[in-house]
RNA sequence: GCAGUUGUGGCGGAAUUGGUAUACGCGUUAGACUAAGGAUCUAAUGUCCACUAGCGACUUGCGGGUUCGAGUCCCGCCAACUGCACCA
């Protein structure tokens, strides 16, 4: 045979044409095979297209998928777009297009660039969220949310971006900035509409337990939602009663103050009776302009005023205290007032020390004068009157037994998490389906009325006070109620980019279903997704969001399963060079500006791939020089796939250098059928690897096992047609255009992606032969050649014929032999 | 500050979970082929010493410990990364 060149020009369009006329990889609704879905986070199709760290986490599933439907498995790995956003919208503005035309342009050319790669995504269940077929039914979920009342609108604080104009979720809030622009945040008033995810808080952390999700992701959710036990307690203050939450009820009687929030309303009901008024409505006009990110800022120095002519009782002991306000009390936490015991709260600590009040220490074990002691697991109380000698625990259940039989108090649980700012004033995002009757208030749009479709307008810029570009379009506002019939406006806010992407996964199960979201067939037979991969930063929106939609979902009886999601990996990034990173400088001086000029950045030889910098690596060019399988296995290889690992232009020549070799081993095969001696250990090992790897992230080496034993084919020279039979299946999920391509050249019928997984015998995977290492006193000194199954007196048997091995112990007593079967002997000597 | 993760060659990274540290790849060096090679092939490549030869010494951020044996476990430091950031 005459082998042509390795040309992946020709080969991968060739392949991705024939997979897509055979629908190789749709999924099927109907058959008797175990089902897999995969799934990976649908990209948002920006402008810039895509960037070579998109393929990583889609190659890794695509690996899996191939693998399981070659398994046996009726894989679904869908694909689609979260097409509805800001940074689209802004460019619509810019350029004066369509959002929706921006929109088809760039999902256009992401289409393109994913199919060149040759993922095998099932096309045929696309799903778009800006789509009105789509967003039909993330209006319809709103509803349901609506008459359930977990969506209400309430005028509050919303984070403004000033850049953006548009308000923002805590979760899209980064150190006091937009998380999307960088833009400054302001905290202004707005009707907004909210969704009630802290009703959900508790299940969102217990299910927890019930996934496998990568420990990092469990941490960091249930860190977000950050429940915390404690208990409301009464006080007196000014003669009224005034609730606080505290997690350490047990310090009740080292309590020497109390803190209200400046926002606290309770203070313009007293201020006839607050003398300093004026340093009072001072502190609090200041804290109000604070951002949030000036209020971090100064997070170490405490300011407050002290309520002159305000005093508070503590329940426990009858003790007057004095009351001040500061901005270390959020009105968002708690009741917006704490007790303060700066003996054992290291922020009540500094207060008090700046104010000279006192501190007493109700929990011995730590030395008061010098810092809080907050340790709760070795203290003992103490001047705590009954509580006095237990411990930390005890006296938490205690006192807090006590409060309640005396009504003064109860247990209650506290969550970080706040609920969902859940409007947007801006165009491309599903317009919100409730009318606003000035009979019957806020009401739903009828179901029959979905898709409440997007109205064309002329100008898609925010309006002069943030409201929503449709609220300039009378004729579409102006309507009339679904209840009374009378005159009726339209609601002008759009929902977010999450709103589309908590349900997407649903969605690809039944895609073109026009009577439901999806089918309950469809739903039961698919539900959960198997395995999703995504990225860490979504850990905290999408993840937490889809996970809230869903079990909302499961409690109205959509779907089948209280969790989404039945496992979640995460990948790392991949990251481009540093151009300002000082290692590439030689003299000391430039090194030193660099390092002033770009701060601890300069410092790292790989940051975060970005424009700006212009280090973005465009998966178009490496496909080009090197084609679609050698950017799919340098993507794999590239190292640990959960950490983030540097791009090196220089390293993907050696995984093309490897498929090179791939391909010239057909040039060495032999007519044998058959599996030879010398090569059936290694083959067994290598499917072994290759199986158990790719399931637990570890591609990097599995595939470094595939090149080691191509490796020892090249050492032999030759390959049987049974040896590279198996070969080309275990490459076939990392590189799947050159297998189908050399198994078609080798004449082996069929395409290889019907093919079944090779499967490996625990038998042949060990050597009849096996070297095991020698140790004297711990120390390597050699090895020795023992049957597979030897037991230790064989093994010290062949030890003592070796002399090399026995003029190292020679004149010396033995005084232990030790021999870990299959691994090591180590004899100890004096 | 708190939480989590991580420190292994010139570089990306391996190490069956306590058993020959540095697999695989990049890079580098030498040789082969060649008119030529930035292609390909072969060999070498942790550091130091010896180099006629090795059964030589040292080595997984630093310092201790447990063990016949530690990259892996324990204690104490140091550094980096990610997340949270006054959440009572």
Known sequence: MILREYDPKQIEKKWQRIWEEKGAFHASDRTDKPKFYALIEFPYPSGAGLHVGHPRPYTALDIVARKRRMQGYNVLYPIGWDAFGLPTENFAIKNKIHPRVVTERNVAHFKEQMQSIGFSFDWSREVNTTDPAYYKWTQWIFLQMFKKDLAYKRMMAVNWCTQCKVGLANEEVVNGVCERCGGKVERRMRSQWMLAITKYADRLIDDLDDVDYIERVKVQQKNWIGRSEGAEVDFTVNGRKMTIYTTRPDTMFGVTYMVMSPEHPYLDEWKDQIRNWDDVADYRKKSSEKSDFER??????????????????????????????????????????????PGHD??????????????????????????????????????????????????????????????????????????????????????????????????????????????????????????????????????????????????????????????????????????????????????????????????????????????????????????????????????????????????????????????????????????????????????????????????????????????????????????????????????????????????????????????????????????????????????????????????????????????????????????????WDEEKTVEAMITIAVQINGKSKGTLQVAKDADKDAVMEVFRADQRLMTQIEGKQVVKEIYVPGRIVNVVVR
């Open 296 to 341: 971090t800022e100064l997070a170490k120095d405490k300011t407050g005023v002290k309520l002159e002519g305000i005093m508070a009782v503590n329940p426990v002991n009858g003790a007057e205290i004095p009351v001040f306000i500061s901005d270390y009390v959020l009105m968002s936490y708690g009741t917006g007032a704490i007790m303060a015991v």
């Open 346 to 759: 290291t922020r009540d600590w500094e207060f008090a020390r700046k104010f000279h009040l006192p501190i007493i220490e109700v929990v011995a074990g730590g030395d008061i004068e010098k810092e809080a002691f907050v340790d709760i697991e070795t203290g003992t109380l103490v001047n705590s009157g009954f509580l006095n000698g237990l411990s930390v625990e005890e006296a938490k259940k205690a006192i807090t037994e006590w409060l309640t039989e005396k009504g003064l108090g109860h247990k209650k649980i506290n969550f970080k998490l706040r609920d969902w700012v859940f409007s947007r004033q801006r165009y491309w995002g599903e317009p919100i389906p409730i009318v606003h009757c000035e009979k019957c208030g806020m009401v739903p749009l009828p179901e029959s009325e979905l898709p409440l479709l997007l109205p064309d307008v002329d100008s898609y810029e925010p309006g002069p006070n943030g409201e929503s570009p449709l609220a300039a379009m009378t004729d579409w506002v102006n309507t009339t109620c679904p209840q009374c019939g009378g005159p009726a406006l339209r609601e002008t806010d759009t929902m977010p980019q999450w709103a589309g992407s908590s349900w997407y996964f649903l969605r690809y199960m039944d895609p073109h279903n026009d009577q439901a979201l999806a089918s309950k067939e469809a739903l039961d037979y698919w539900s959960p997704v198997d395995w999703y991969n995504g990225g860490m930063e979504h850990t905290t929106l999408h993840l937490l969001y889809s996970r809230f939609w869903h079990k909302f979902l499961y409690d109205i009886g959509v779907v089948p399963t209280k969790e989404p999601y039945a496992k979640r990996t995460s990948h790392g990034m991949i990251l481009g060079q540093n151009p300002h990173y000082v290692g590439n400088f030689e003299t000391q001086a430039e090194k030193d500006a660099m390092i002033e000029k770009y701060g601890a950045d300069a410092l790292r030889p790989a940051v975060k791939m970005s424009k700006s910098l212009g280090n973005v690596v465009n998966p178009d060019e490496v496909i080009d020089t090197y084609g679609a399988d050698t950017l799919r296995m340098y993507e794999m290889f590239i190292g640990d796939f959960e950490k983030a690992a540097p791009w090196s232009d220089k390293s993907v020549n050696g995984v093309r250098r490897f498929l090179d070799r791939v391909w010239k081993l057909q040039e060495m095969m032999t007519a044998d059928e058959g599996i030879s001696a010398d090569m059936e250990t290694p083959l067994h090992q290598t499917i072994k690897k290759v199986s158990q790897d790719d399931e637990s992230l570890k591609f990097n080496t599995a595939i470094a096992a595939m090149m080691s034993l191509v490796n020892k084919f090249y050492a032999k020279g030759s390959i049987t047609r049974g040896e590279m039979s198996v070969l080309i299946r275990l490459l076939n999920p990392d590189a799947p255009h050159i297998t189908e391509e050399m198994w078609e050249n080798c004449g082996f019928g069929g395409y290889v992606y019907e093919q079944s997984w090779p499967e």
